[in-house]
């Protein structure tokens, strides 16, 4: 039983990463280049608090939206750009109903953070290393190895909110 749930868990996984990648090839050689030139910042976990999101579908998960000192600085000054040395980590967990709180409601009413899920990505601000994304390193680690989409698919996507200089999630106050 726990072996499907496992399965189930991976596929998922994959399906979410297929979908995000739609016209991607060559999956293989990119999770490599994803995190070429970066390794996991020391310390991540207990860096403050941007915002937090939910994906639904495949992904299915809850999220944190974590920044280091630079980063935070960049948000709380509403800067155009981010400065050099800002890192933002996207740390993200099953969605899942709270057992404890579905027998208090008589229902699944309350949804928490299960086992972590989808990796761990990071933005590092670094405008002489990565001109080609923005000034941005795209990279993410599952359970610590570097997987994930290219660096050029991440940027891709992210181009959408060039205006705020590639970041999506908005500093929440
Ligand atoms: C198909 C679009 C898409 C792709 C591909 C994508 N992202 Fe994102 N990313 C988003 C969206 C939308 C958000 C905001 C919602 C959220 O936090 O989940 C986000 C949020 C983030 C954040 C938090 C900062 C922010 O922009 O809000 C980081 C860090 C991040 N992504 C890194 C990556 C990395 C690294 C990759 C590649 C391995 C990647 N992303 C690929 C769409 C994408």
Known sequence: MKRIALLLVTVSAVAGVAVSLAAGSGQADKEAAASRGFTIPSGYRDWRLIS????????????????????????????????????????AWDY?????????????????????KNGVQFMVKDSKKYPAT?????????????????????????????????VFNRYAP
């Open 52 to 91: 937090v999101a939910h994906e639904e579908g495949t992904l299915n998960d809850l999220r944190g939206i974590l920044g280091n000192d630079a980063a935070i600085k960049g948000f709380r000054e509403k800067r155009q750009t981010f400065p050099d040395g800002a890192i933002i980590a996207r740390v």
């Open 96 to 116: 899942v109903p709270l057992e404890e709180s579905s027998k208090a409601f008589g229902h699944a009413q309350s949804f928490v953070a299960g086992p972590p």
């Open 134 to 166: 923005g000034g941005w390193g795209f990279a993410q680690f599952n359970d610590g190895k570097p997987g994930g989409e290219s660096a050029e698919i991440c940027f891709s996507c992210h181009q959408i909110v060039k205006a705020r200089d590639f």
